[in-house]
């Protein structure tokens, strides 16, 4: 664990950074310029206070002027002097500043952001990098769980990783070299007890894909899950708790590339395969060669590089019911490669799309009003490129290379 050693992880408390930037937003807006602290006991002043003279030893004054409006113009509004005398102005970039925490994570070589998953069972997210490294979260407390660490290879090449039941499985592939292990399982009901925390990674032997290993994973029930290839084909996977051994199913699915995402319907027991330009749709309890539909993005749509279709109503033979994205910045693109942005994810929820750009920038989408953005979060250093957002319950967390962010109640 020379990765996770003292002299990378002690930082100050990682819930302290951006804490007085934090505090001020928590604070609420700041008073509009014209409504400043010395004049809002003015502007608050109380149109109908009593007229009645304190009684002083000095000379009577003249009787005071009424304070009310005059006469055929509209009376202000009664206001306290707690009210509000005017509503705070919108933020015109829609930034929200909702309370977050950064979790700074090991920088060890090739140690790029991967995946982030998080198992709702156990309260526990997973960070997992490139080499393989794997950092564990409290999902309550949000602190990490520096002595649970497990630093990963240098020669291992993370593709895809997906949560089995409570089981984390990853995905080793690469497309220019042969790879030793394509896939390795971590069980992570060991958590459950606190007092025997034993974590070992199985490496599963006999894998069916060539040697080039793993492209993408995909979850099926809480032991079957779905892996793709650079040999172009698709395995049912089946895991046994009692038995090392793994069992393997073809798909009969031939692929024209790489499977470069895997998504899977319970309702239907249908799992949809993208490669290339085109999307298969595969019954994974009948499986069948079919042909895959052509998906092809309209130029320069990147305001629309979320699309939402229809099953019921034609699938992806029909055009996208809901379409939205986010225009990055060209100076963020420059810094980023393009092999970068093949590793980078949203996350579903229910109701609500999020996903991360490379200009650090997190939006979150609600399904029943697409045009407008539910949520738009600003991460702490808008230079590193977002490669993971994942969603649990109202919380959003988004995985850049060095650091998790996690934004608390923002759904």
């Given amino acids: 664990m020379s990765e996770d050693s003292d002299s990378e992880e002690e930082e100050p408390d990682s819930g302290a950074i951006d804490e007085d930037s934090d505090a001020d937003r928590n604070a609420g807006p700041l008073p509009h310029p014209a409504f400043s602290p010395q004049l809002l006991p003015v502007l608050a002043h109380d149109w109908e206070s009593s007229e009645e003279e304190i009684p002083t030893n000095e000379a009577p004054h003249p009787p005071r002027r009424k304070t009310g409006p005059p006469k055929g113009r509209k009376k202000l509004p009664e206001t306290g002097r707690s009210g509000t005398v005017a509503a705070p102005r919108e933020n015109p970039t829609n930034v929200v500043q909702p309370s977050r925490k950064h979790i700074l994570l090991p920088l060890p070589p090739n140690g790029r952001a991967r995946r982030l998953v998080c198992s709702p069972a156990l309260d526990i997210w997973c960070a997992v990098t490139m080499r393989g490294d794997v950092q564990f979260i409290n999902g309550i407390e949000h602190t990490k769980l520096s002595d649970l660490s497990m630093p990963g290879e240098s020669h291992h090449h993370v593709e895809d990783v ?199 920038y997190v939006f979150a989408w609600d399904f029943r009003n697409p045009k407008k953005v539910a949520v738009k979060l600003e991460s702490r250093d808008v230079k590193r490129n977002v490669v993971h957002t994942a969603i649990s319950g109202l919380d959003v967390a988004a995985f850049s290379t060095g650091v998790v962010t996690i934004y608390n109640q923002v759904l």
Wanted: with cysteine; proline share 6%; hydrophobic share 30%.
């Fill in 162 to 360: 997906c949560l089995v039941g409570n089981t984390l499985v990853l995905g080793y592939g690469a497309p220019d070299r042969s790879v030793e292990t394509q896939v390795e399982t971590l069980n992570l009901n060991e958590f459950v007890n606190e007092n025997d925390r034993v974590f070992f990674r199985n490496a599963l032997l006999h894998p069916p894909h060539c040697d080039r290993g793993i492209s993408s994973l995909a979850p099926v029930d809480n032991r079957r899950f779905l892996s793709g290839g650079y040999d172009k084909r698709i395995y049912l996977w089946a895991l046994s708790s009692n038995d090392p051994s793994v069992k393997t199913n073809d798909m009969k699915l031939y692929l024209n590339g790489p499977a470069r995402a895997i998504g899977y319907a319970p309702e239907t027991k249908t799992a949809y395969v993208g490669s290339g330009k085109r999307i298969w749709t595969l019954k994974v309890e009948k499986p069948a060669n079919t042909e895959g539909l052509p998906i092809s993005s309209e130029v320069d749509d990147l305001d629309e590089q979320v699309q939402l279709f229809d099953i019921r109503a034609g699938g992806f033979q029909t055009q996208p019911v809901v379409r939205f994205g986010h225009r990055t910045q060209a100076n963020s693109l420059a810094r980023h490669s393009p092999h970068s942005y093949r590793y980078t994810r949203g996350s579903l929820n229910h109701c609500h799309f999020a996903r991360g750009f490379s200009d650090g």
